[in-house]
C-alpha cells in the first residue's frame, strides 16, 4: 500500500511562487507516473502535470509554463514548482502516482493566493 504526503502550500501573494512537495512511502515501490492535480471550491479536479518514471513531462496547456513538475526516483518524492501564481490558483493541491495497476491519492495540501 503507497502513502503520500504533500506539503508546501500555504498563503502568498499574486505573483509569489510556491514549492510542493510529495513524499511516497511502502513497502518495495516502483512509481511509474507521477502527477499534480488541483481543485478549487466548487469546481471538478483538475489535472495539472505528470512525470514519468524516465522523466518526460506533460502539463496541461492551462499553466502555460508556469509550473514545472519534477521527480527524485530514488527517494520516491516529487515536486511541483510554481511560479507567478495568481488568486485563481487557490486550490488543493493533490499528488497522485501510479504503482502496478493501482494509483493512489494524497490527501492535498492547500494552496492560497491573495490578490
Known amino acids: 500500500q503507497v502513502q503520500l504526503v504533500e506539503s508546501g502550500g500555504g498563503l502568498v501573494q499574486a505573483g509569489e511562487s510556491l514549492r510542493l512537495s510529495c513524499a511516497a512511502s511502502?513497502?518495495?515501490?516502483?512509481?511509474?507516473?507521477m502527477a499534480w492535480h488541483r481543485q478549487a471550491p466548487g469546481k471538478q479536479r483538475e489535472f495539472l502535470a505528470v512525470?514519468?518514471?524516465?522523466?518526460?513531462?506533460v502539463y496541461a496547456p492551462s499553466l502555460k509554463g508556469r509550473f514545472t513538475i519534477s521527480r527524485d526516483n530514488a527517494k520516491n518524492t516529487g515536486s511541483l514548482q510554481m511560479n507567478s501564481l495568481k488568486p485563481e490558483d487557490t486550490a488543493i493541491y493533490y499528488c497522485?502516482?501510479?504503482?502496478?495497476?493501482?494509483?493512489?491519492w494524497g490527501q492535498g495540501t492547500q494552496v492560497t493566493v491573495s490578490s
Open positions: 512525470i514519468t518514471q524516465g522523466g518526460r513531462t
Open positions: 511502502g513497502s518495495g515501490l516502483s512509481i511509474n507516473n
Open positions: 497522485n502516482v501510479g504503482v502496478g495497476g493501482s494509483t493512489s
